[in-house]
């Protein structure tokens, strides 16, 4: 028995090969108009897998790239700045380097002076900068000015206020690249290598550790002088002035009218001389009265008695015969341990924790001394501006060995940056291959699912042509 298919089972067949050949006519007419192969993950699964996993690696890279440049674009800022930096050092060592000679009057080295204080303050703006509202040098600190300035007695010191931690950016999985370095590595670097004492009043540095950072003044103070062996009328006069501290050997010369302190330079004696003052060769002076003298010779011996302050306020009486004398300053913790064995004359004695100044306190301290606050010989300026020239030489070191650090980070975050750029080519370029479509062979298939589609009709509009003798048979 033949079985002659229904109309209905004919239609449905006819409307099956439609549905289907439209569909792939509009598949690939999406994949042309999207230039994707893959419109929907039904399309392809597995490439759609492949393809999130692409995209995920591509937006990691973007995420890496953009961290670095960020953080490549704050070293470079750093290192323009310490460059301007090194630059207004070298100009003050220049200056300081023409303070020292020995033809610049007192005018003048306060006209160096005020130059070299306005290296500081610019020292001081450049420690202060921010990249747009983060402080560069604070550390990880970054919302705090690093660098405060606080008035000290007739002079100023500048604190590091940030911390010692370096900001860093995620520029990988398990990868940190330091963006900048913290302002006390920069500007305030230590290298502790004891203490340094000027050779003023000839204090020296006791056997015990000292503790403290930057720099002390110990204040040695004139008490009293007493003297024995004064004669043809020649009195001890205006003590206060005196400077003298333990004994000294004065010498008048009748014959030759003049009177010595130990070897110091003779100082002629004038008549009727009410006061005379006498310097020994080490700066030490002694005040005489000589308006009663009768031109006699003689020999005397001066003893001069004084007290040691670190704080400038408490005093400790001195024997000079102290090895390890213990000084204390309240306010900034410092301790220090004195010599007091070759202590010879009063006055005030700059102290360094050699390699602990930082740079804008070097500065400052170039600054008081070329303005002479504590009343210093030209000799004993030049002797206090040699410390501060060791100082300010380490401060210009560290600097640049910062603005070096700086450059190689720069480099390496350009690295960095062309890597990951050169990954999201490589990683567009996978993902490319597997969604993007073949436009040749998505429109041979639209061609052909075209024509197949036609084709279609035509032959369902034959098999649907129904006729009464049709219908019978």
Same mark, same amino acid.
């Given at each position: 028995m033949s079985i002659r298919p229904t109309q209905q089972a004919t239609y449905a067949q006819v409307q099956r090969s439609l549905t289907a050949n439209f569909s792939l006519l509009v598949r690939s007419q999406e994949q042309i108009s999207s230039g994707k192969r893959?419109?929907?993950?039904?399309?392809?699964?597995?490439?759609?897998?492949?393809?999130?996993? %692409?995209?995920?690696?591509?937006?990691?890279?973007?995420?890496?790239?953009?961290? =670095?440049?960020? +953080?490549?674009?704050?070293?470079?800022?750093?290192?323009?700045? /310490?460059?301007? +930096?090194?630059?207004?050092?070298?100009?003050?060592?220049?200056?300081?380097?023409?303070?020292? *000679?020995?033809?610049?009057?007192?005018?003048?080295?306060?006209?160096?002076?005020?130059?070299?204080?306005?290296?500081?303050?610019? /020292?001081?703006?450049?420690? *202060?900068?921010?990249?747009? *509202?983060?402080?560069?040098?604070?550390?990880t600190a970054t919302d705090t000015a690093p660098f405060a300035a606080t008035a000290s007695g007739t002079s100023s010191r500048v604190g590091y206020l940030g911390n010692d931690e370096e900001q860093q950016v995620l520029v990988g999985l398990d990868s940190r690249l330091t963006s900048t370095l913290p302002g006390d590595e920069i500007f305030a670097s230590q290298q502790r290598t004891g203490v340094d004492f000027g050779r003023l009043t000839g204090l020296a540095a006791g056997s015990t550790a000292n503790q403290g950072t930057g720099f002390v003044y110990v204040t040695v103070r004139h008490d009293g002088t007493t003297a024995s062996g004064l004669s043809g009328g020649v009195t001890l006069a205006n003590s206060a002035q005196d400077t003298v501290v333990g004994n000294h050997t004065l010498v008048v010369d009748g014959a030759a009218r003049t009177v010595t302190l130990d070897?110091?330079?003779?100082?002629?004696?004038?008549?009727?001389?009410?006061?005379?003052?006498?310097?020994?060769?080490?700066? +030490?002076?002694?005040?005489?009265? %000589?308006?009663?003298?009768?031109?006699?010779? %003689?020999?005397?011996?001066?003893?001069?008695?004084?007290?040691?302050?670190?704080?400038?306020? *408490? %005093?400790?009486?001195?024997?000079?015969?102290?090895?390890?004398?213990?000084?204390?300053?309240?306010?900034?913790?410092? =301790?220090?341990? =004195?010599?007091?064995? +070759?202590?010879?004359?009063s006055g005030v004695e700059l102290v360094t924790f050699s390699g602990t100044v930082n740079v804008f306190d070097t500065l400052q301290g170039i600054v008081d001394d070329l303005r002479n606050i504590h009343d210093l010989s030209p000799r004993e300026q030049r002797e206090r501006l040699d410390m501060w020239l060791v100082e300010l030489d380490r401060n210009h070191e560290n600097i640049q060995i910062a603005t070096g650090e700086l450059g190689s980070l720069s480099q390496r975050a350009s690295g960095l940056s062309e890597s990951y750029a050169d990954e999201q080519v490589q990683l567009k370029s996978l993902l490319s291959g597997v969604e993007d479509v073949d436009f040749t062979?998505? =429109?041979?298939?639209?061609?052909?699912?075209?024509?197949?589609?036609?084709?279609?009709?035509?032959?369902?509009s034959r098999l649907l042509q129904n006729s009464l003798l049709n219908f019978l048979r």
């Open positions: 893959i419109v929907r993950a039904s399309d392809d699964p597995i490439g759609t897998s492949q393809a999130l996993a %692409f995209r995920r690696q591509i937006s990691a890279a973007e995420r890496h790239k953009t961290s =670095v440049e960020g +953080a490549q674009r704050m070293l470079d800022t750093a290192s323009s700045l /310490l460059q301007d +930096a090194g630059g207004t050092l070298a100009e003050s060592r220049s200056i300081l380097i023409q303070a020292m *000679n020995g033809t610049q009057s007192d005018d003048d080295r306060r006209l160096l002076a005020d130059s070299i204080e306005l290296i500081r303050d610019r /020292l001081l703006e450049i420690g *202060n900068a921010r990249s747009g *509202n983060r402080y560069l040098f604070a550390g070897t110091g330079e003779p100082v002629a004696i004038p008549t009727n001389a009410s006061t005379l003052r006498v310097i020994d060769e080490r700066g +030490a002076e002694l005040n005489l009265d %000589f308006s009663a003298w009768d031109g006699s010779s %003689f020999t005397a011996s001066v003893d001069g008695t004084a007290s040691v302050s670190l704080d400038g306020t *408490n %005093f400790t009486p001195v024997t000079l015969t102290e090895p390890d004398l213990q000084l204390r300053d309240p306010a900034s913790g410092s =301790v220090l341990h =004195v010599d007091t064995r +070759a202590l010879h004359r062979q998505a =429109v041979t298939d639209m061609t052909r699912a075209e024509q197949t589609l036609q084709l279609a009709q035509s032959s369902s």
